[in-house]
């Protein structure tokens, strides 16, 4: 006898924790079942599946197993290597403002490091940090050594280092406003990392970000692995929570990525983001898609009007803490970053953010991703738009 489908239908295998309903020939599906599978993702498939025919062993074979296994000669397995994350031996962050402060603040809660230095030429402003997050230690029970300080030799040993100085946005102020003056700061920096952390991997946070982390390529010497901008993790949560916000769900539901430049030539990925596992067509139109992408693009100058007297502190906050996970193994698989090209979507002598695998050192590789021609063309602007920036 045929089947009628409804919602009450759809809502068990819902309740199960599968993703699909078997329609089996001459089934009438309902209406409100048909919305209900929408709005649930769950996949309404064509019947009856075959299955595939489980694999029987003879009994001779089963035995001749067991009696192999207790031979003397036989040697078990070895496990698969378990990947642990790696401990950081010294954190070092330059800058103890709003978001040195708060990474600080992160990495402490984490006990990720043996030891955290907060440097900042604010007379007391990196000791006063310091001693507050040693304070919460008796609440948090880190056992990370932190100390804090004017002198930016205190980065010395570090296997971490990131740059969060130099001056803040204003309202009315846009990133590359900043370049002048935070390029002293990127210098002074550079040369202290230089000569006190050879080895260490340095992130840039300090705005403009692409240019500055160019700027410390140059001031170090180091090689491209070793000195990344933080900008593609912060601009990719901002475009996940944009995407959330319009469904109505939760940001956990949401897997997009946004890459380019920090700032207004950023090229949130969209057709490469889905929303429950679906593409964003299924849930958005194009206008709300559009309204999303530039709600990314402009997010941080949202916080800036809104503050009037600085930046962002707490997503780059997380969005640098995400990048240190990679660095030290306690997140896998691809991250966006800014990185200077050599040659990766047809871009070189640039620091682009783009999709990487990070390591103990720094960059492992650069993941190229299949994008459309206008997210392709949209990239190589910004790469334009950074070199213009900086020759002028």
Known sequence: MARVVGAEHIEEVRAKGLRHFELLPGDIVTSLAEEAASRLSIKLIEGPIERPTPHRTDGATMARRAMYRRAARWVAPSAAPRTEARRLKKLALIGAGGVGGNIAHLAANQDIADEIALIDIAPGLASSTALDLLHASGVTRSSARINGGEDLNAVAGADVVVVTAGRARTPGMTR???????RKVICAAAEAIK?????????VVTNPLDEMTVEMLQATGFPREQVLGMAGTLDSSRFRYSLAKAVGVEARDVEAITLGS???????????ARIKGRALEAFLTTDQIEACRKDAVTGGGQVVALKKTGSATIAPAHSSLELIDHIRGARTGSVPVSVMLEGEYGIAGVVLGVPCHLGQRGLVSVENLRLTEAESTALKAAAE????RLAS
């Open 176 to 182: 590359a406003d900043l370049i002048t003056v935070n």
């Open 385 to 388: 738009a950074i070199r213009t």
């Open 262 to 272: 920090h700032g207004d030539e950023m090229a949130p990925i969209t057709s490469l």
């Open 195 to 203: 000569s006190q952390a050879p080895n260490a991997v340095v992130i």
